[in-house]
């Protein structure tokens, strides 16, 4: 499997059933999650991206630089924070998330979503050992803050789950 920006919870799910792991050699193309998200907002499913230097066709994702360029983690946090401050279980993950926001310790796409993904582990408290173990895929929908506005979003990112339910998000993979 490829890396993913805050990948969506079907993302997670065909992760945790074949405990894949990620491979940096395969080509970058945009439009994959390699380098955004979609995440709930007041006015509907949102996208952010994380912009990259110059990617050419061939170019291995583990390749890929990010660019500083947009203020580009500013907006992602302000977003998440516009979208999510009221879920029950923003303030419980907010200092987990923060420092990819604040920091800018990476370098390559590859480094910075290997990070996300291995707090996004953490905090669903998955053993990556054990990951092939995962039971059926949930299929019902699970709480959205926005959802009584614009109707359930299936398919978001990782984060929305994390942000809604918290220690249940696991009961969804």
Known sequence: MTS???GSIKYYQ????SGAAFDFSVPFHRGQGMNSCRIDSPN????LSIPVVNPHKTTPVGEILISEHGNWRHRHWN?????YRQTPYFDYYEEDFLPFYQQHNWEKLADFNTDLHNTVIRLLNINPAAMHDASSIRQEPYYQLFAPRHGFI???SIVDLLFNMGPESIYWL
């Open 44 to 47: 509907g499913a949102l996208t």
């Open 4 to 6: 993913a920006y805050l």
């Open 154 to 156: 299936p398919d978001l």
């Open 79 to 83: 977003a998440f924070v516009s979208s």
């Open 14 to 17: 065909r992760l945790l059933r």
